[in-house]
């Protein structure tokens, strides 16, 4: 089971980035701000947010004791910030001045790696704040990159699809190509995997891109040996662009996010899916599990983080989107009901829901009436959550078989006024216009948009009418 603590709705745009250290979490957004919350009661920080970058915050992390807190920006800085006060302790500027799109401490804290747009890599020396080392990828731009536990190799990925690893003297060992349309996100466990044919340990790297895909890689690092890296299986589940990945602790689980709006989280061992996540409204940019407590935060272009207490004793039938297509909801028992209530944050609604033996065709076909006068729910509020949350999973049945070339995009909803940008791409108009409204980019290839003209697609609105005629006989 996977229940919804809490809901953090404090950021004023897109949130891009969210990190856990022992005792907190950080998020960072489009809104220029990093926010901070105790993880005792998820409440802000009395010094949060931290302002000071000028434009975008792509990413924050913590230094390995938790005493400082890293955040880089469309600006062209990385930021340090003094988590017992909030004070800025330094602003390292990115060599060319190319807007940075991830930051990582080394487990030995001594450095800190900065990735920018322009494919430079940069290692600062967090004591000094002297730049140490850098290099470029050879192609795109710097999406991501991941740490090895010893901290002596790092792996980067980018906008071209590659896996790169380098070694601390920032000397290229080993290039990839991995994700034909880019490389979103990548972590590697710290727990090693022992390989029975030499015996050796290799680590668990996860990657995901544009490609829609998770895929899983061993990695040897070895001085002596230099560094081997094996394709390990493909992880499927999402159907849009995987924008973030993340291990657990322990490394037994692995959480992904996605175009697709849904947070999948995975056994490592198996690959199977755990639990299938459908809260966020927009776009799942980032997932983190916490490091010393069942908790996962999963952030969204909708603007909140979601903080997630995975129970993992009791694996629940009934809280997943993958479990609602296998069990159409209309045949779900009255279990199913109560399992799928608890994953909505309604479990105050369980034994209600029991007493009055309501099971998923009952569940359907429930009505601010029914609830009010047969079910008794006085709250015109209680009432209206459980409405949105069970007209959210009506929504769920139809886009499941809902073709792609249908959805916008941007909301990945069925398409009710679509219009051709100057891209090529098909968009509902709304979500258009108020992509446009904040940026001059694609939201399908990220390039400029030589002309904001929106162009009725009339041929694509006729054939969405027909289908929808279908789809009520």
Not at 2 to 16: G, M, Q, R
Not at 403 to 414: G, K, S, V, Y
């Amino acid at each position: 089971m996977a229940t919804l603590l809490h809901t953090l709705a404090d950021h004023s745009d897109d949130v891009n980035y969210c990190a856990f250290s022992s005792s907190c979490l950080a998020t960072c957004s489009l809104d220029k701000t990093i926010r901070v919350y105790s993880l005792s009661n998820f409440t802000e920080l009395p010094y949060s947010p931290l302002e000071g970058h000028t434009y975008a915050v792509h990413c924050c992390c913590f230094s390995p004791s938790g005493r400082v807190l890293a955040s880089c920006s469309t600006d062209g800085t990385t930021a340090l910030w003094d988590t017992r006060d909030g004070r800025r302790l330094a602003v390292l500027e990115q060599p060319g001045a190319s807007p940075v799109r991830v930051c990582r401490f080394s487990p030995q804290p001594a450095y800190l790696l900065a990735g920018a747009a322009d494919g430079s890599v940069v290692l600062w020396n967090v004591q000094s704040l002297k730049l140490y080392r850098s290099g470029k990828v050879k192609d795109g731009s710097l999406m991501a990159c991941a740490f090895s536990p010893s901290g002596n190799f790092f792996v980067t990925g980018s906008s071209s699809g590659d896996l790169t690893i380098w070694d601390d003297k920032m000397r290229c060992l080993y290039n990839e190509k991995a994700h034909d349309l880019g490389v979103t996100c990548c972590d590697i466990s710290s727990h090693p995997v022992s390989d029975s044919e030499n015996g050796f340990k290799y680590f668990q790297m996860a990657s995901c891109g544009q490609d829609n895909q998770i895929k899983l890689w061993l990695i040897l690092f070895a001085d002596f040996l230099g560094v081997q890296l094996k394709y390990k299986c493909t992880l499927n589940g999402h159907s849009a662009p995987v924008l973030a990945c993340a291990f657990s602790c322990d490394g037994q689980m692995i959480v992904s996010g996605s175009v697709d709006k849904c947070v999948i989280i995975y056994e490592t061992s198996t690959g199977k899916t755990l639990h299938t996540l459908s809260q966020h409204t927009r776009y799942v940019t980032t997932c983190a599990f916490a490091p010393h407590s069942p908790l996962l935060a999963t952030g969204s272009m909708d603007k909140t983080v979601h903080i997630w207490q995975l129970d993992l004793k009791q694996p629940c039938a009934g809280d997943t989107v993958e479990n609602e297509s296998k069990v159409a909801v209309e045949d779900w028992s009255e279990d199913d009901v109560s399992a799928w209530l608890c994953a909505q944050d309604l479990s105050d609604f369980v034994g209600l829901f029991k007493m009055n033996n309501i099971d998923g065709k009952e569940l359907l076909n429930l009505t601010k009436e029914s609830l009010a006068n047969e079910l008794k729910i006085e709250s015109l509020g209680l009432r209206s959550k459980v409405l949105q949350k069970i007209e959210e999973l009506r929504m769920t049945m139809i886009s499941v078989s809902v073709p792609d070339e249908f959805l916008c995009p941007i909301t990945r909803e069925l398409m009710n006024d679509p219009v051709i940008a100057t891209d090529g791409y098909s968009y509902e108009r709304e979500a258009m216009e108020n992509w446009i409204s904040n940026r001059r980019s694609s939201p399908m290839t990220n390039l400029p948009l030589h002309s904001l003209m929106l162009t009725p697609n009339r041929t694509l609105k006729m054939a969405i009418s027909r289908w929808l005629e279908t789809q009520q006989k």
